[in-house]
């Protein structure tokens, strides 16, 4: 059973950093490309940052470029968003998703649907 579980959301105040979890199973992840999406209340799901590791590329939204990290944990098949810096318009639910044999831009700019989600966690930046 494929599964993506996403963790370490919170509320945090601005300037402040939160580091986001993905542990997945059921599939392997070496031939996926994995990404966080996120989705504001009233606005458009938006690509933040996804990565492969076929080449180990990776893609940054310009909204988060020099403060979000993409990364990844092989030993556990996790994947991880280091958010630092964070501003009140980074409140979002943030998703993890994975496609199959996918360029990271494609996976989080194209709008194609990922073959799997994960149920989101909540970020809340404010005073």
């Known amino acids: 059973q494929v599964q993506l579980v996403e963790s370490g959301g919170g509320l945090v105040q601005p300037g402040g950093s939160l580091r986001l979890s993905c542990a997945t199973s059921?599939?392997?992840?070496?031939?996926?490309?994995i990404g966080w999406f996120r989705q504001a209340p009233g606005k458009e799901r938006e690509g933040v940052s996804c990565?492969?590791?076929?080449?180990?590329?990776?893609y940054y939204a310009d909204s988060v470029k020099g403060r979000f990290t993409i990364s990844r944990d092989n030993a556990k098949n996790t994947v991880y968003l280091q958010m630092n810096s964070l501003k009140p318009e980074d409140t979002a639910v943030y998703y993890c998703?994975?496609?199959?044999?996918?360029?990271?831009?494609?996976?989080?700019?194209?709008?194609?649907?990922?073959?799997?989600w994960g149920q989101g966690t909540q970020v809340t930046v404010s005073s």
């Open positions: 059921g599939f392997t992840l070496n031939y996926y490309a």
């Open positions: 998703a994975a496609r199959a044999v996918e360029t990271p831009r494609r996976l989080c700019t194209s709008g194609d649907p990922p073959n799997y």
């Open positions: 990565f492969t590791s076929i080449d180990g590329s990776t």
